[in-house]
């Protein structure tokens, strides 16, 4: 099965260590508009994903949505979740750590498109 968002070693550590500090998180890939196209990580349930929005898997436990619209724009590409040094300017719970997390990216091969369109949804 394609995997439609993963992440590297130093962003589980990370997810780990929130997951420990908050207990279970989630991801949202923001849209756009303040932190470019930044995953954005909360304490699951604390931000309200609509029906509308996608659910491409989860990272370190933690479950990962998009809204529908920046959906279509990425659909054919597979994101992965990394962690730099700095501060991003949200209120997600990376913040504090002094690391935040980014948003990596590479196209799905012709054969991945084959099978996530296969695949149920």
Not at 3 to 27: C, K, N, Q, Y
Not at 93 to 118: V, Y
Request: with cysteine; charged share 25%; net charge negative.
């Amino acid at each position: 099965m394609i995997e439609r968002v993963s992440a590297t070693p130093e962003a589980l550590r990370l997810i780990g260590l929130l997951i420990d500090e908050h207990g279970p998180v989630m991801f949202f890939q923001s849209g756009g508009c303040c932190e470019n196209s930044a995953p954005l990580c909360y304490p699951e349930g604390e931000f309200k994903t609509s029906p509308h929005d996608v659910y491409l898997g989860e990272v370190g436990g933690a479950p990962y949505y998009m809204g529908h619209r920046d959906f279509e724009f990425w659909q054919n590409t597979h994101l992965i979740v990394d962690v730099v040094d700095g501060r991003g300017g949200t209120f997600a719970l990376d913040a504090p750590e002094g690391k935040t997390f980014i948003c990596r990216s590479r196209l799905f091969t012709d054969e991945e498109l084959a099978e996530l369109a296969a695949q149920p949804r």
